[in-house]
């Protein structure tokens, strides 16, 4: 059993940052592959970055990709998201979720065994 919890969610500006950090526990992180998605009001949750077990390898959705960047430190079982550039349509709960998985990358929600609670990322205009 793994436990994820996502903090660093908040309101901001158009065109500011933030960090999202995701803390796991019950199980080696380092056997884990992570993943952040994001769930707007009324939209189906969407793959944002996916991030191998080392920390090289990192695969992000398009309408991210130059803004957000994934990263993980496994000596302290955390996985970040750091938000550059945001816009309104970034507005979105942020999940992040772990696999057992062997593939690369995992983008779809079914391929994750594992959830966080969500973190509400507020973007103004």
């Known amino acids: 059993q793994v436990q994820l919890v996502e903090s660093g969610g908040g309101l901001v500006q158009t065109g500011g940052s933030l960090r999202l950090s995701c803390a796991a526990s019950?199980?080696?992180?380092?056997?884990?592959?992570m993943g952040w998605f994001r769930q707007a009001p009324g939209k189906e949750r969407e793959f944002v970055a996916h991030?191998?077990?080392?920390?090289?390898?990192?695969y992000y959705a398009d309408s991210v990709k130059g803004r957000f960047t994934a990263s993980r430190d496994n000596a302290k079982n955390t996985v970040y998201l750091q938000m550059n550039s945001l816009k309104p349509e970034d507005t979105a709960v942020y999940y992040c979720a772990a696999s057992r998985s062997r593939f690369f990358p995992e983008v779809t929600t079914t391929s994750y065994e594992y959830w966080g609670q969500g973190t509400q990322v507020t973007v103004s205009s």
């Open positions: 991030i191998a077990r080392n920390e090289w390898n990192t």
């Open positions: 019950g199980r080696t992180f380092g056997d884990l592959v």
